[in-house]
């Protein structure tokens, strides 16, 4: 039995908290909001501080649950304990289960709101509900907030700035990670279906596959989907199918 220590976005929160406890292993989980990933230096700052915080003995291996997130997770470095990441794009990813299958959803439809009850359940008042899509649409009441602070034209020139960028999206999907409720996961569900109807977007419900997350608090780490960083190692991004690397 070995003791790993798993820094994860909230939006994975159920996931691993249910797959750790059926692990062999000694799993200690630490939550981060998923909005850091929102400003990936912050989120760097962030998770870094963890890794160095954490002492030496103290775990035999720490669990990045991230993927590269917009680059949040390049930079990082392991310090004395070995760090483990998938190679994975996003939490995306992560829910689907594979890079190859993340890479079949994206070619089939590359504009794509995502829905799941893991991230939805979390959100902040006014905050986006739409995962992999932060930042793209604006709630009415941060509408008057702009309206107060830059004025009616301005607000309404941020308005138009979000609603083209919703043009290049053409699907809404609701990734069913097996976790929570029927009756909470029916609920989100209907927002991902209202999006859908609201924007003439086409609608989809697929269902999510926890094999990484289950590999990773497992410690079963095959090379092509995990990168494995040595004590005095940075993690970097490659242009490749093995996404990162290190050095």
């Known amino acids: 039995m070995q003791k790993f220590v798993a820094l ?59 993927g590269i997130c917009g680059t949040s997770t390049i930079g990082l470095s392991a310090r004395h304990t070995p760090l483990v990441m998938p190679r994975a ?50 709630e009415a009441a941060e509408y008057e907030k702009y309206i107060e602070r830059y004025g009616k034209e301005t607000a309404d020139l941020l308005m138009e700035e979000m609603r083209r960028w919703s043009r290049h999206y053409s699907r809404a999907a609701f990734i069913d990670t097996g976790q929570g409720t029927p009756a909470a996961n029916r609920r989100y569900e209907e927002s991902a279906q209202q999006k859908a109807s609201k924007e003439g977007w086409a609608y989809e419900r697929l269902q999510g596959n926890q094999r990484l997350l289950r590999l990773l608090v497992s410690g079963d780490w095959p090379e092509d989907e995990f990168l494995i960083v040595q004590p005095g190692q940075t993690i970097r991004q490659t242009y490749h199918d093995d996404l990162i690397d290190s050095d």
């Not at 691993?16 to 909001?33: E, G, K, N, V, W």
């Not at 992560?94 to 979390?122: A, I, V």
Request: hydrophobic share 35%; glycine share 6%.
């Open 8 to 66: 994860t976005c909230e939006a994975l929160a159920r996931s691993i908290y249910a797959l750790s406890a059926q692990s062999d292993h000694t799993i200690s989980i630490r939550l981060f909001r998923q909005g850091l990933h929102n400003r990936p230096k912050n989120l760097r700052e962030v998770l870094q501080e963890q890794i160095d915080a954490i002492e030496p003995g103290e775990c035999d291996a720490i669990l990045l649950v991230y």
């Open 89 to 138: 794009h996003d939490c995306i990813t992560l829910y689907l289960g594979s890079r190859e299958r993340y890479q079949e959803e994206f070619e089939k439809n590359p504009g794509t709101y995502w829905y799941s009850l893991d991230y939805m359940e979390r959100q902040e008042d006014n905050a986006q509900i739409v995962l992999g899509a932060a930042g793209l649409e604006i």
